[in-house]
């Protein structure tokens, strides 16, 4: 059972001092539209710590400000934007944001943006006392200096947008029956003379070279730089952050749209990497059992191969599994992609009903939602399938776990 149930209970973060709210004049920016408005400058925070959903246009920000103002039929939220520039500071100052340059440059005598800390609950009255955490991705600039904002929002947009708008998971998903059935087609004299323990070893080292392999459609990168790079530490602390809403505001955040940016280009999340990781070993499995029973690749055709390995795919995507009560693969993907946590239900959380504890974590109107998490303990220990971006960082905690010392410190990441 890979289940690791966590109750949100406390936020660490910076919070900006308290101070007297004073207007400031916003210009905010897609990739095709600008806009300006005056706004109180604890709206405008408002507005920043909603980057942390990854918006690319104002009708995304405008969803993901909802994780921070409570939304209204009758009030849109950014209502007040005007089209165009306004170069007048305001008395609190001046904000530009730009949204595909992942830029926000701003001059305020008093009041400082962060790329990650706290804002307070807006109830669409009045702020509260709940103090919601955020984090903007790394990727985000912040800068005080206005005259380079034309400059900086050029050499943003220009650098962020082959990489922003390729769809990795068309490649992860899309190429690997082909990589599967091409591989057995190549192997299969080698493949026929292994025993049980040796084919294990054999599909163990395919999905290393599978994830290990940089590839031209991928921009040059392998399957594994895709899946454990910056953008899966972000979701997860953006997902952490979103159990914290649910915690304390006993409502579900709003999800990220199915049709934004952060869903079909976005990263991967720790639940979609171990699902994949259990996705490649099935299809693996299933085309060398079938090879060793005879159904050849060479036979077969490559291409019909292919076909099946797409169909499984499919098919196991959407299949039912009882480990993780009745949910599919695809829906777990699908909710991780919309930065939704995966809430347990009561029973779920019950690991003995006398329990004192586990009695709490399933009184969900007391206590308030639980959620549980996979962590990938069932995954191989190589480092192709770990969570370190770096072999160096992998080395060094692998040494560390195998040494014996217990009183070692734990390696800091490199």
Avoid at 251 to 274: M, N, W
Avoid at 288 to 312: F, K, N, P, W, Y
Wanted: aromatic share 10%.
């Amino acid at each position: 059972m890979r289940l690791l149930f966590s109750v949100c209970s406390e936020f660490r973060g910076v919070l900006k001092e308290a101070a007297i709210v004073s207007d400031l004049t916003l210009n905010l920016h897609d990739s095709t539209r600008s806009f300006h408005a005056r706004l109180p400058d604890n709206a405008v925070g408002r507005i920043v710590a909603s980057l942390g959903a990854d918006p690319e246009t104002v009708e995304e920000l405008e969803h993901a400000l909802g994780r921070f103002e409570r939304r209204t039929a009758d009030r849109p939220l950014l209502s007040n934007l005007s089209p165009g520039f306004d170069a007048q500071a305001a008395d609190g100052g001046i904000v530009y944001l730009d949204l595909p340059a992942r830029l926000i440059v701003f001059q305020s005598p008093d009041f400082e943006f962060l790329t990650q800390g706290g804002e307070l609950w807006y109830d669409g009255q009045q702020e509260t006392d709940v103090s919601l955490p955020f984090c903007l991705h790394p990727d985000w600039v912040l800068s005080n200096d206005l005259q380079q904002f034309d400059a900086l929002s050029w050499q943003r947009r220009e650098a962020r947008g082959g990489r922003a708008a390729r769809d990795d998971r068309a490649v992860l998903y899309g190429r690997l029956p082909e990589f599967i059935a091409t591989e057995l087609q190549q192997r299969r004299r080698e493949l026929a003379a292994l025993n049980a323990d040796q084919r294990e070893a054999f599909v163990r080292q395919r999905h290393i070279d599978w994830l290990m392999t940089a590839r031209n459609d991928l921009g040059g990168r392998s399957p594994r730089d895709v899946l454990i790079d910056d953008r899966h530490e972000h979701i997860e602390i953006d997902i952490q952050n979103q159990q914290h809403h649910w915690s304390f505001l006993r409502q579900p955040p709003p999800a990220v749209l199915r049709d934004s940016h952060a869903y079909r280009f976005g990263g991967f999340g720790t639940h979609e990497i171990v699902l994949y990781y259990d996705l490649v070993r099935e299809l693996l499995w299933e085309a060398v059992d079938r090879a060793c029973q005879g159904v050849a690749v060479a036979r077969s055709g490559v291409s019909t191969e292919i076909d099946e390995l797409h169909r499984s795919s499919q098919d196991w995507l959407h299949r039912p599994l009882e480990e993780f009560h009745g949910r599919t693969p695809a829906s777990m993907i699908d909710k991780e992609r919309r930065r939704l946590p995966e809430k347990a239900c009561g029973d779920e959380a019950v690991v003995d009903p006398e329990c004192p504890c586990c009695q709490m974590l399933a009184d969900e109107e007391t206590w308030g939602p639980v959620f549980w998490h996979l962590d990938g303990c069932n995954m191989d220990d190589d480092f192709a399938f770990s969570f370190e971006r770096s072999y160096e960082e992998w080395k060094r905690r692998w040494d560390y776990w195998n040494s014996g010392d217990s009183v070692a410190a734990w390696p800091e990441p490199i």
